[in-house]
């Protein structure tokens, strides 16, 4: 192993835009230079915006003439800006530049408590760029001929910064030659560091010839992330001369100092990148003994050498250093003619001509992918214009139905289903709980928790509950004090007088949530100290609930767009050594000359020879031959390829959003249905009560919402993924060879997508808006937050000082409307919508590329005064499964009828048919709570504390949740019960006087033996018992309802999978399959408070009637949003017949009140025993009507789970603390886990015990609860099987009585199946005739198999009856051992 000194070349990849007059005439658009509105950070309410950057205006981007950017349209006569036209180099810097690293593990002492000077390890930190940048331009030809020398060089310092003063130049275009940027000093008590971002510019272009490194020019450290500007690394109108430069092809003629501009050009471009600083190297700072590979791999680099070398292993020296490099060749300018342009022949696909618009839509980039490939399975050779396109989409769609599905199964397909609808939401921490983890002794036997070690977790879990609650309502209450400071500083007051009267009322809720604040950061810091110390003592691990849900924002997908990117975007660059490159450097000289042919200073640091380095790549890019095939696809030499590039890196879009709902919040219901997409997927899904288009108050509730999301350009990697992984797992159906698998995967990196999240969708309608904007808070690198002066200043009005302001932290995302939009007060309608329901519908929607070239949907006009009644846009997305509406009459239930025009065979707005896609413009969003909620489903247990419920949660691995089993007797036509851990209970069978005939309990066994220390049962095994005995009456009498559930087991047992196969080592596999008797807990949790409206103007629930305008107590303020969300219902779905993977059979409600409430006519913790629900009914008319008799006692009745039966939940919260404005927090007032089981809602289930129950809804992901695989195998071991028999006829008597010791040689005789030993006969005898309470006893017989030889035996004979047990037991025959615990 060696030590590298060799310095490390890095590939970066260039893109050039030719740009003259022509380039605005076209089916695409040229944007107008629109940048950063740096002046909306002023903390003045007539400047302050909620995004820096305004959407692109479009609509006067026609001709050159009237485009600013290319014309000075204020003058008479628009005269064309030429240093603005040329060739426009932009490079793409590598992904590890935009890739935050963390210097340690998160230790946060909690919000407000940091330190100002000392820095924060845990927060993530971005690398600095390469801040000098070398370009070359090598000219091929030019007009006029000889005007440009052969080699021409500039310098990009990137990081210079300068004010609007120290710009003297008057050739400085303030648009196309620098960059507008953010500065901050690092001082937060400069107060005028907001008031000057308007007048900070970044970037500088020198002539190389004369170029010198300059102390006095400001420099500052520049990341992706410092301009505080998300589209900055890649959008070329908004970093020109940091990451991208205008070659305009200037020059003066010799003997004139008249600038002239040449009209025609190809040159070939190489750019060098290097830090100025090599302290900002990737490759500074190594620890020793780092190696090559090793730091290479954290840079998602690797080294372009064979696969079998060792130069990987070689370590790094410290003076190693690097360079990025990129080419670009035969890139072609005229100022008459446009060249070839990418981005109108993509925009083609745009037009009227175009039946569907290559674009779809899905809840997730996958999902709408596959929905567009669905959609154009028939036609895609058209969109992605190869020939194979068609053969290769269907092989796709066959593989995408396998992802998650084990095999090609109907079953297992429906299952895939259920889980790619849980990818529909985006997830958040769920909380942590902590489970027993001490280790067992080698070999040995688990060990099993005492019961004091249970209760001590117990509590542990619930302190950490608590914590974790608390950490969530923090994060909530920081930021709405952000939100308050926001809505103050940026409302404009019509005159003091106003804004004085407001002030008391604003300070009283800032006061109020300052002081709940800091009573959530005491606690927050005892709970974590204690939850420390408690687990540190125990032998305890940590666990994850599971997360907390809110429904993602739909993924827009556009098809046959390639993305501009290399195709080794995604790949680990390659990156080459010194040593590597070529050794001749002399045709590389002529670069550094000046005019006159004189040499000029390399401009390149003098460490580690990287000048040399730099000098062999630019003999490396001489080297290279523009017509190599590979340098259109390959980072760092790319070929232009004779056209201009079409390079999407944003979409701005907008829509209106109608909301569908009423005064009751009931105008969807809930079924299980297929969606117009996808006819043969049954899932739970909403849709409207009503026709839409025929409810004029459907119309009425709507929204202009707007947005602007970045591109993510792997869309095909994720597809390739995905296939990848279908074909890894070996499906049955599908044999491919490794020719046809690499032909496939090379077939699907060809199609071209790309895809963006249409995020700020719902935070619209929670009336908050993402965007850049003004921070109170500055976060240096690696530091904690510091607020500004200038903030605090701002808030103190409404106390909201540097401390709170700490507090806030970085919670200040979001912005709230505040006063930012104007509705009217007349409208009867809220713009706050706590749950999204209704459809929405596209009225624009631009692509822009990284030059400003954009596709428009449709074509720009200006904005009508009067928005029209019913949008005309005219685009048609291919809708995904879950967003498409649903059909009504035959046709799309949508807002407005859709038009009828002829589409293939269909039309738009009807269901597909044959080889049709339905076409709509209006995508429908059911209904969801938009905040993050939890379906929250375990079972429960009676809890000794019976307030505030008499249930909780059974709480660790060790608890048995089963409280019985039900075995069907077919031999006896009754029902066997079993207490919970296997003890044979009770048996109720068809027959006798009444219709039914109950017998004694535990007979033919002995009851268990009481535990010798209590002297009596556990409360856990009475709760069970009492339970088991409540439903064991239900069958006294009752032969109807007894048949009836046991055809509703059969036929339930018909649909279950099979048991596993070590389920016929248990005896009880003989008579029939166990069902586990449980209590499954139900409910609809919120991860925090809920939201309240953020709107200063129009309506809103805390300026209704009752509260005051602009102020209102806080906390009924809260209450008020918290019970307008909980007046919501959300029905839910438990089990599934149809799904084989589903283990319900029926289940019954039950109570869930505290033992003194009034709220349910039943005892606290009841069962509801009057009605059963089931999908397995009997037939109409067999055994039992529906509802039994009115005679029987208690009532009961038997319905199918339907949507007419599906139970409800409403969201809760439980806060963590209980205010008091005058007293500290108190840490115990609250138990978290009692308050969350308080508002489950129990039901009584009976399931199959191998297999989970689901409880499914159309809200959130569908909840999964199973048993521990230990608490049915210990129960089954216990179980008996047995039968009762007789009057059977013996040709031997029995004993008349029990014998002292039991006879050895005494055999019964019987004609079964089996060998001597499989068999044991339970002889009961009355032991006490004169005792009518007394219950018999038995004595156990061995049995032998009669086949009918002893049949003419001499009698006289014997008639006897008992039980038939097969033996082999690990029990007594008249003990079934243990003790009732």
Not at 347 to 373: C, Q, R, V, Y
Request: proline share 9%; glycine share 6%; charged share 20%.
């Amino acid at each position: 192993m060696t030590t590298l000194t060799d310095n490390i070349c890095i590939p970066i990849h260039l893109d050039a835009f030719a740009l003259s007059p022509d380039c605005a005439d076209g089916a695409s658009k040229l944007a107008p230079y629109t940048q950063p509105n740096y002046m909306a950070l002023r903390l003045d309410s007539q400047l302050i915006q909620n995004d820096v950057l305004e959407q692109v205006d479009f609509h006067l981007a026609g001709s050159a003439a009237t485009n600013p950017r290319l014309s000075d349209v204020g003058s008479a006569k628009p005269a064309l800006k030429l240093h603005r036209l040329g060739v426009h180099l932009h490079w793409t810097i590598p992904r590890f530049y935009r890739t935050a690293t963390a210097k340690a593990k998160p230790s946060d002492p909690g919000p407000g408590k940091g330190d100002d000077t000392n820095p924060d390890k845990s927060q993530p930190s971005f690398p600095a760029i390469p801040n000098r940048w070398l370009v070359v331009r090598h000219m091929q030809s030019c007009e006029p001929a000889g005007a440009l020398p052969q080699f021409q060089g500039w310098i990009i310092e990137s990081d210079v910064v300068r004010k609007i003063t120290e710009i003297t130049d008057p050739a400085v275009d303030l648009q196309s030659d620098v960059s507008p940027f953010v500065w901050h000093t690092g001082s937060p008590s400069d107060k005028a560091a907001l008031r000057n971002q308007a007048e900070i510019f970044l970037g500088q272009k020198f002539d190389l010839p004369g170029w010198r490194e300059d102390a006095s020019r400001r420099h500052t450290k520049l990341t992706v992330m410092n301009s505080s500007n998300p589209l900055f690394p890649d959008y070329a109108l908004h970093n020109t001369n940091v990451l991208s430069m205008i070659d305009n092809f200037r020059f003066i003629k010799s003997g004139s100092t008249t600038v002239s501009y040449c009209t025609k050009a190809s040159a070939h471009y190489y750019v060098l990148g290097w830090h100025s600083d090599r302290q900002d190297d990737p490759f500074a700072n190594m620890p020793k003994g780092t190696t090559l590979g090793d730091k290479l791999s954290s840079l998602m680099l690797q080294l372009n050498v064979e696969p079998d070398s060792k130069q990987d292993d070689n370590k790094l020296s410290g003076a190693v250093r690097s360079l990025n490099h990129g080419a670009i060749y035969n890139v072609s300018y005229s100022r008459a003619k446009k060249p070839a342009s990418t981005a109108d022949e993509t925009a083609k696909n745009f037009t009227a001509k175009i039946d569907m618009e290559p674009l779809s839509l899905g809840t997730t980039t996958l999902d709408a992918i596959l929905t567009f490939l669905k959609a154009h399975k028939d036609n895609a050779s058209s969109i992605f214009k190869t020939e194979n396109a068609v053969s290769v989409v269907k092989e796709i769609l066959q593989l995408s139905s396998l992802l998650y599905a084990s095999d090609d199964g109907y079953d297992s397909r429906m299952q895939a289903e259920d889980l790619i609808a849980q990818r529909n939401f985006a997830k958040a921490d769920g909380g942590s709980y902590w489970t027993f983890n001490q280790q067992a002794p080698k070999g040995g036997a688990p060990v099993i928790p005492s019961i004091d070690m249970q209760e001590e977790i117990r509590r542990l879990n619930a302190s950490q509950m608590k914590l974790d609650a608390t950490v969530r309502k923090l994060r909530s209450i920081q930021w709405d004090l952000f939100a308050e400071w926001w809505k103050y500083v940026s409302r404009s007051f019509p005159d003091s007088r106003t804004r004085d009267a407001l002030k008391p009322s604003l300070q009283k809720r800032v006061n109020r949530l300052k002081k709940e604040c800091n009573d959530l950061v005491q606690m927050q810091t005892q709970l974590a100290d204690s939850v420390t110390k408690t687990s540190n003592k125990m032998a305890v691990k940590k666990s994850s609930f599971p997360p907390y849900y809110s429904r993602s924002d739909p993924t827009l997908c556009v098809a046959g767009m390639d993305s501009g990117r290399p195709k080794d975007f995604m790949d680990r660059l390659n990156v080459q050594e010194t040593h590597q490159l070529p050794t001749d450097t002399s045709a590389v000289e002529a670069m550094f000359k000046d005019a006159s042919g004189k040499p000029v200073i390399l401009p390149f640091p003098v460490d580690n020879k990287l000048a040399d380095t730099a000098k062999r790549i630019l003999a490396q890019c001489l080297a290279k031959n523009p017509g190599e095939p590979d340098l259109k696809v390959t980072t760092g030499y790319q070929s232009w390829a004779g056209k201009n590039p079409f390079i999407p890196l944003f979409m701005e879009w907008e829509a209106v959003y109608y909301h569908v709902d009423n005064a009751k919040h009931n105008a969807w219901s809930v079924d299980v249905r297929a969606s117009p997409e996808n006819p043969r997927s049954q899932q739970v899904r909403y849709a409207p009560i009503n026709v839409l288009s025929k409810d004029p108050s459907s119309q009425a509730d709507t929204r202009t919402i707007s947005g602007r999301v970045l591109v993510l350009p792997q869309p095909s990697f994720n597809l390739e993924a995905t296939v990848k992984q279908v074909l890894d797992g070996t499906p049955p159906d599908l044999s491919l060879s490794d020719k046809e698998e690499e032909e496939l995967l090379a077939s699907i990196r060809n199609m071209q997508f790309i895809s963006a999240r249409l995020s700020g969708l719902t935070n619209h309608l929670l009336t908050r808006f993402e965007g850049a904007h003004v921070k109170p808070n500055v976060r240096n690198q690696g530091q904690t937050v510091v607020p500004l002066q200038a903030a605090v200043d701002a808030g103190s009005a409404i106390n909201i000082d540097r401390p709170i302001l700490r507090i806030v932290d970085a919670q200040t995302a979001l912005t709230p409307y505040g006063s930012s939009y104007d509705f009217a007060t007349t409208n009867l309608n809220y713009p706050f919508k706590p749950v999204t329901q209704g459809q929405l519908i596209f009225t624009k929607l631009n692509i822009v590329d990284k030059f400003g070239q954009a596709i428009c949907i449709p074509t720009p006009r200006p904005r009508r005064k009067k928005p029209l009644d019913v949008p005309q846009a005219g685009i048609y997305p291919c809708l995904s499964d879950y967003l498409t509406p649903d059909v009504r009459d035959g046709k799309l239930n949508t807002i407005f009828e859709l038009p009828g025009h002829a589409i293939g065979t269909g039309n738009p707005g009807l269901p597909s048919g044959a080889g049709d896609w339905p076409l709509c413009q209006y995508m429908q969003l059911t209904p969801c709570i938009n905040q993050d909620a939890r379906l929250n489903a375990s079972f429960v247990i009676r809890d000794s504390d019976q307030s505030p419920s008499p249930w909780r949660t059974v709480s660790s691995d060790y608890e048995q949740p089963i409280w019985g089993w039900i075995v069907i007797n077919y031999a006896d036509r009754g029902l066997q019960f079993f207490l919970r851990d296997g003890t044979f209970y009770q048996e109720i069978r068809l027959g006798g006087a009444n219709g039914t005939n109950t017998s004694t309990k535990y007979i033919p066994f002995k009851p268990p033996t009481l535990d010798p220390n209590t002297k009596g049962i556990s409360f856990q095994d009475a709760a069970a018992n009492k339970q088991l005995d409540e439903l064991i009456a239900l069958f006294d009498k009752s032969p109807e309802y007894l048949q009836c559930f046991s055809d509703m087991i059969n036929a339930a047992i018909k649909t279950m999978p099979f048991p596993p196969g070590d389920y016929a080592a248990y005896a009880n596999a003989i008579v029939g399959k166990p069902l586990a008797l449980v209590n499954l807990g139900i409910s609809l949790e919120l991860a925090a408070p809920a939201l309240a409206a953020q709107n200063t103007f129009g309506k809103a629930k805390h300026r209704d009637p009752s509260f005051q305008n602009g102020g209102g107590d806080l906390d009924d303020i809260t209450r008020a949003y918290q019970a307008d969300l909980e007046s919501y219902s959300f029905p839910v779905k438990i089990g599934d017949a149809s799904r084989v993977f589903d283990g319900v059979v029926c289940y019954f409600d039950a109570d869930n009140s505290a033992p003194s409430s009034a709220a349910s006519p039943l005892p606290a913790g009841k069962t509801d025993w009057t009605t059963l629900f089931t999908y397995f009914l009997p037939p109409e008319g067999e055994h039992l009507p529906s509802p039994l008799p009115s005679g029987a006692v208690p009532p009961r009745a038997m319905k199918p789970i339907a949507p007419s039966t599906f139970p409800s939940l409403n969201p809760y919260y439980v806060s963590p603390n209980v205010f008091n404005p005058t007293q500290p927090p108190a840490v115990d007032a609250v138990n978290i886990p009692q308050q969350t089981a308080a508002k489950m809602m129990i039901k009584t289930v009976l399931m199959d015990p191998y297999t989970p129950l689901h409880v499914y809804n159309p809200i959130l992901p569908t909840a999964t609860v199973q048993l521990p695989s230990w608490s049915v195998e210990t129960a089954l071991k216990k179980m008996s099987a047995f039968f009762r028999l007789g009057p059977m006829l013996l040709v031997e008597d029995v004993p008349r009585s029990i014998p002292p010791e039991q006879p050895k040689e005494h055999i019964i005789r019987l004609p079964i199946t089996g060998r001597k030993g499989t068999w044991k006969w339970l002889q009961p005898y009355d032991t006490k005739p004169n005792d009518p309470a007394a219950h018999a006893e038995f004595a156990t017989y061995e049995v032998e198999e009669d086949q009918g030889q002893v049949k003419f035996a001499p009698g006289p004979y014997t008639f006897v009856e008992g039980y038939l047990l097969l033996a082999g037991q690990s029990f007594s025959a008249l003990s079934q051992g243990g003790s009732a615990k």
